[in-house]
């Protein structure tokens, strides 16, 4: 058994460690007034999944710590894609108006579109709230789809990563934070005896953690082809209005 003192200060880090690991991460877009190499997905996945986990709590109440972290990781998320969509590159599909995705989901060029998709998802878990919040298996089944969703955290990360065959843009302190802080809260939920998903899922967020560190390895930080096109299109720009 812990010391109530080390409880507290785990509990404590566990709350406010996850928002704070994207600090550095958001200085450096508004320091460089870009945000290339960081994967706006990435606060589309924690925004759903934290918005889901609170509901979750309200079915089946877990430890107040990780309530805590879901709050203040919404609102950290919030912060970070605004900056995000002011400083995207030139060459973004939202800048161009083009994207592949179906109905271009989380690739629009208004911050309020996914304000309002946010909306329409607490509205819908609300409605299914009031429904099925009294059964046994709709508060465990959001468990899964919560924690399953924030396990793919670093999936477009990854992936966007080996598209560029680089890891420019992408802080080395926000990489070194998410290895810290799953290995963290891996240990955190099988000392707690947390619910199954999130020990499910924070084992599997922790070896894409890996994954990406492997890609710092062998990728390096290089400016990948499309910042240099970004130049080439601005000195242009300029040229052309002289």
């Known amino acids: 058994m812990l010391p109530g003192w080390v409880q507290t200060a785990a509990s404590v880090g566990m709350a406010v460690g996850p928002p704070l690991v994207y600090a550095d991460q958001t200085y450096s877009i508004i320091k460089k007034r870009d945000s290339t190499g960081f994967s706006h997905d990435v606060c589309g996945i924690l925004l759903i999944a934290n918005i889901t986990r609170c509901f979750y709590w309200l079915g089946s109440p877990f430890e107040l710590p990780l309530l805590v972290q879901s709050i203040l990781m919404i609102v950290a998320q919030l912060l970070l894609l605004y900056i995000c ?33 946010l909306a329409a998802l607490i509205l819908c878990h ?27 955290l670093p ?4 992936i966007s990563n080996f598209k560029r065959r680089s890891l420019w843009g992408f802080r080395l ?22 619910p199954l998903p ?6 599997f967020q ?12 062998i990728y390096g930080s290089p400016p990948p082809a499309t910042i240099l096109e970004e130049e080439d299109l601005e000195q242009a720009l300029t040229l052309a209005t002289e």
């Open 85 to 117: 969509l002011r400083f995207r590159p030139v060459l973004s599909p939202e800048s161009l108006g083009v994207s592949t995705r179906p109905f271009k989901f989380w690739q629009w060029p208004e911050y309020r579109n996914y304000i309002e998709l």
């Open 126 to 152: 609300t409605i299914g709230y009031l429904v099925f919040g009294r059964s046994d298996w709709y508060p465990t089944a959001l468990g899964f789809v919560a924690l399953g969703i924030e396990s793919t």
């Open 155 to 158: 999936i477009p990360q990854l």
């Open 173 to 194: 302190s926000t990489l070194l934070g998410w290895l810290g802080g799953d290995a963290y809260k891996t240990v955190y939920f099988f000392l707690q005896k947390s």
């Open 198 to 203: 999130f020990r499910v899922g924070a084992i």
């Open 206 to 217: 922790l070896s894409v953690d890996f994954a990406i560190l492997g890609q710092k390895i």
